[in-house]
Nanobody, 117 residues
């Protein structure tokens, strides 16, 4: 089993920045895909940014140029640096992990990001 713990959410004004962190722990595994999804009220969960094995990032069009995803393989951590935040970025942000060596995909408990206008 794998546990994901997120941190770094909060309330910020439009145009501001936040950094989310996610730490993975548990069984021995090798990260395949790790990153972030989000879910706004009344909407489906959507991909924000993930890093695929080998280090290739994949971003949603809505965050390109504003968000940066990065990973620390030695610490099994993933980060999301969010800049130029908009009210439309308001959502619960979930850490996501797909790994080799453990079955299934894993989600964190979610961290709220609220951007005020």
């Amino acid at each position: 089993q794998v546990q994901l713990v997120e941190s770094g959410g909060g309330l910020v004004q439009a145009g501001g920045s936040l950094r989310l962190s996610c730490a993975a722990s548990g069984s021995r595994f090798s990260i395949n895909v790790m990153g972030w999804y989000r879910q706004a009220p009344g909407k489906q969960r959507e991909l924000v940014a993930v890093i695929i094995r080998g280090g290739t990032p994949n971003y949603a069009d809505s965050v390109k140029g504003r968000f940066t995803v990065s990973r620390d393989n030695a610490k099994n951590m993933v980060y999301l640096q969010m800049s130029s935040l908009k009210p439309s970025d308001t959502a619960v942000y979930y850490c996501y992990l797909d790994a080799v060596g453990v079955p299934g995909a894993y989600w964190g408990q979610g961290t709220q990001v609220t951007v005020s206008s």
